[in-house]
C-alpha cells in the first residue's frame, strides 16, 4: 500500500534563516507531487505542484521553492524565511495525467517562523 | 479558473443533529467532487468523491453527498451526527480532462457536543 511521509513534523525557526521540508511517498510510481499551504479560515492554498522529475510547477508567487531531486521525494525550501510564511504545510499525491484524481495527504509540517 | 465556496465557517451541533454543510463550485465543464476530513491531530483524509453515475454518493461513516448538477452544488449530510464527527470538512473539486489541480473550499469546521 501507498504512505506519504513527512518532517518533521513541527518546526520552530528565526525570522531569515533557511527551511527545509521533506515529503516522501512509497508503494507508487512516477507520482503527482504536490504542497500545500492550510492557513486557518482560508482552506488550502497549493502552493507547488510537480508532474515528474526535475519538473515544478509554482502556483503563487512567494519565498518559497521546490524541488523533486527523485521520483518519490518532493521538497520545499527557502533561503530566508519571513513570518508570514508560518503556517501548516502539506504534501499530496495523485497518479495519472488523466482529469479527476483524488489526492492523497501527508501528515504536515507545522511550521511556526519567530 | 474553477472556485469552490462552503457556505458554512463554523457549525456546532448536539449529538444525533442532523448535518448538511453547503458546498457550490463553479466550472462549466465535466468536474469531479471530494469530501475531505481532518480529524483533530489527523490526517487530512478523503471523506467521499464523486466521479459519474448516481449522484447521491455514500463515504464513510455515515456520511453521503448528492451532486445536483444544475446548482453546481455537492453538499455533504449526515443524518445523525456523532461527537467523534468533531473536525474540519473541505469541499474540493478537479475538472475531468487533462492534468487539472484540486481547488478547495475554505473549509467548515464542525463542533459537536456531547
Known amino acids: 500500500s501507498q504512505t506519504i511521509h513527512q518532517w518533521p513534523a513541527t518546526l520552530v525557526q528565526p525570522v531569515g534563516s533557511p527551511l527545509s521540508l521533506e515529503c516522501t511517498v512509497e508503494g507508487t510510481s512516477n507520482p503527482n507531487l504536490y504542497w500545500y499551504r492550510q492557513a486557518a479560515g482560508r482552506g488550502l492554498q497549493l502552493l507547488f505542484y510537480s ?8 502556483e503563487v508567487p512567494q519565498n518559497l521553492s521546490a524541488s523533486r531531486p527523485q521520483d518519490r521525494q518532493f521538497i520545499l525550501s527557502s533561503k530566508k524565511l519571513l513570518l508570514s510564511d508560518s503556517g501548516f504545510y502539506l504534501c499530496a499525491w495523485s497518479v495519472g495525467l488523466a482529469g479527476g484524481r483524488e489526492q492523497f495527504f501527508g501528515p504536515g509540517t507545522r ?3 519567530l | 479558473a474553477q472556485s469552490v ?6 457549525v456546532i451541533l448536539s449529538e444525533a443533529a442532523s448535518l448538511e454543510l453547503g458546498c457550490n463550485y463553479s466550472y462549466g465543464g465535466t468536474v469531479n467532487l471530494f469530501w475531505y476530513v481532518q480529524y483533530p491531530g489527523q490526517h487530512l483524509q478523503l471523506l467521499l468523491k464523486y466521479f459519474s453515475g448516481d449522484p447521491l454518493v455514500k463515504g464513510i461513516k455515515g456520511f453521503e453527498a448528492e451532486f445536483i448538477k444544475s446548482k453546481f452544488s455537492f453538499n455533504l449530510r449526515k443524518p445523525s451526527v456523532q461527537w467523534s464527527d468533531t473536525a474540519e470538512y473541505f469541499c474540493a473539486v478537479i475538472p475531468n480532462t487533462g492534468f487539472q489541480k484540486l481547488v478547495f473550499g475554505t473549509g467548515t469546521r464542525l463542533l459537536v457536543s456531547p
Open chain 1, 111 to 113: 511550521l511556526t517562523v
Open chain 2, 5 to 10: 465556496s462552503q457556505h458554512n465557517h463554523h
Open chain 1, 51 to 58: 508532474v515528474g522529475i526535475g519538473q515544478i510547477s509554482s
